[in-house]
């Protein structure tokens, strides 16, 4: 019995041994991570993109149209000051078959560069909506377009630069009209701050919808 019971106090005394050994190891380890400068969180990169999305890149911003001398002398160029703009998106119906998707709605900035990741579809802008506000206050009201704008997305796409809309305002906060500018001359620049250089980048401008029926 003795034997038996030497042999159970080596075996405890073995164990007690791991053990402090392993709590050793698991501090090193942590105060390792813990002496690491924290990182910011990175952007995703090209690579990150799912085969089914791509990212959706442009701006939109308002240019106000003064027609009367009062207006020009009273009117600022901070229209829609303070407000942001969702644009709403939906497949077109080629895509959806009978086209009852409800459509996604990306918030941006007026006069700012976006970047959003959707899936990779054919989508039509057909509704904007001035946003007013933040958080639990925020309130909308739609800003009427002319007609509907469509985005053509190919199979092999990864970030597609759709252009800059510039809408002309009247006093009454009415589009009057609007143009797509080709800003893809510093699609370089674009690149860098929002999906890193291994994102590869298409032009498809925005274009009115009837011009593909």
Avoid at 111 to 120: D, L, M, Q, R
Avoid at 183 to 188: K, P, T
């Amino acid at each position: 019995m003795s034997a038996i019971f030497i042999v159970f106090q080596q075996c405890l005394l073995s164990m007690a041994r791991f053990r402090a050994l392993f709590v050793f190891c698991i501090s090193i380890v942590v105060l390792s991570c813990a002496s690491d400068k924290p990182s910011s969180a990175p952007t995703a990169a090209g690579s990150q993109i799912e085969d089914d999305d791509i990212l959706l890149v442009g701006k939109i911003s308002v240019v106000p149209v003064l027609s009367s001398p009062v207006s020009r002398e009273t009117d600022t160029l901070s229209l829609f000051a303070d407000e942001h703009v969702l644009l709403w998106l939906r497949p077109t119906f080629s895509d959806v078959g009978e086209g009852k998707d409800e459509g996604l709605a990306l918030d941006v900035e007026w006069g700012e560069t976006f970047s959003h990741v959707i899936p990779k579809r054919n989508v039509n802008l057909f509704r904007l909506e001035r946003g007013k506000g933040r958080e639990e206050g925020m309130t909308y009201s739609t800003l009427a377009m002319p007609e509907p704008l469509r985005v053509l997305v190919r199979v092999d796409d990864q970030a597609i630069y759709i252009g800059h809309l510039r809408l002309y305002i009247d006093e009454f906060h009415d589009i009057v009209s609007f143009e797509v500018v080709d800003e893809s001359g510093g699609l370089q620049s674009m690149r860098k701050q929002t999906q890193g250089d291994r994102a590869h980048f298409r032009v498809s401008l925005l274009a009115p919808a009837a011009q593909f029926q």
